[in-house]
């Protein structure tokens, strides 16, 4: 059975590898995180298969090549662990050139622009400006380069931000790196790509947000009426007054809407109104 690692282990085990060539030309000891390493002893079984796939580029598929030219490519990462690590991921196939990594949405943009990139990396948190803001303005530059987001949040907002910001593909840094090579591929085909983790929780807001659609279609014109006005914090009376109408009629069409919408009280009727954009 194959031994399948994430993307972050993935990173760290091409570092090293890295690191052994150094030991290899100078015969010296290296040391990483308390494990000693020198080169005429034997390397860790499992770092030498997998940076040798990787080297040979087993790890993406053929399609992922434009004709014999590299991928110009920027990472952008606050972190310069994940920027090293990842740029000798992806360096390590052979497919693409990383022509710049930097540490904030702002000199990304400007990089950006300077360098026209085919591909960039880019995770959400960063100073100056995340990278929602820079895949926004990044997008509003550029309709083709491809923007693959690889972060820790797998919270929905941030999901959604992305997506509505114009990115390619969202991938977590816990994902496997077949997730990330399969990301990259997508994108490349001119495909949008989901993390598997995250797809679940994309696809149940969606179906959240076409439920409370079709929710506010049952309701009646009247009925409509009475709920901005209840969610503007209008009284019984004042709602009657406006609308030319008995408070009691009022009370009846309030009714009638919360039972529709399973609403129980004029807190839940106001939250339901401010969701669906009812009111300011």
């Not at 020198?38 to 080297?55: F, G, V």
């Not at 991928?71 to 022509?99: N, P, W, Y």
């Not at 959240?208 to 506010?216: A, G, K, L, S």
């Not at 209840?230 to 009376?237: D, F, H, I, Q, S």
Request: overall charge neutral; some cysteine.
């Amino acid at each position: 059975m194959s031994h399948k690692i994430g993307v972050l282990e993935a990173m760290e085990k091409c570092i090293v590898r890295q690191l052994i060539g150094i030991a290899d030309r100078t015969n010296d000891e290296i040391s990483i995180s308390n494990m000693h390493i020198r080169s005429n002893e034997p390397i860790n079984r499992q770092i030498s298969i997998s940076c040798r796939a990787l080297e040979t580029g087993k790890l993406i598929s053929p399609e992922i090549r434009v004709g014999s030219k590299l991928i110009k490519t920027i990472i952008a990462d606050d972190h310069s662990l994940m920027r090293d690590g990842l740029r000798a991921l992806l360096q390590a196939t052979g497919e693409f050139d990383v022509i710049a990594m930097l540490e904030n949405g702002e000199d990304l943009i400007q990089k950006a622009q300077q360098l026209n990139p085919e591909l960039v990396i880019l995770d959400i948190t960063m100073p100056q400006r995340t990278g929602i803001d820079a895949a926004i303005e990044l997008r509003r530059r550029s309709a083709d380069v491809k923007i693959v987001v690889l972060t820790f949040h797998d919270e929905p907002q941030y999901i959604h931000a992305a997506l509505e910001a114009g990115v390619n593909a969202y991938v977590l840094k816990d994902d496997r790196k077949d997730d990330l090579f399969k990301a990259i591929e997508s994108v490349l085909e001119g495909k949008t790509y989901l993390s598997p983790t995250i797809a679940g929780k994309v696809v149940n807001g969606y179906l959240t947000r076409t439920r409370q659609h079709n929710t506010w279609e049952v309701l009646s014109n009247r009925e409509r009426q009475v709920i901005k006005l209840v969610a503007e914090g209008l009284r019984t009376k004042d709602i009657a007054s406006s609308l030319s109408l008995s408070p009691k009629t009022i009370e009846k069409h309030r009714t009638n809407l919360m039972k529709k919408l399973d609403l129980h009280n004029v807190s839940e009727v106001t939250a339901y109104a401010i969701q669906n954009g009812l009111v300011d």
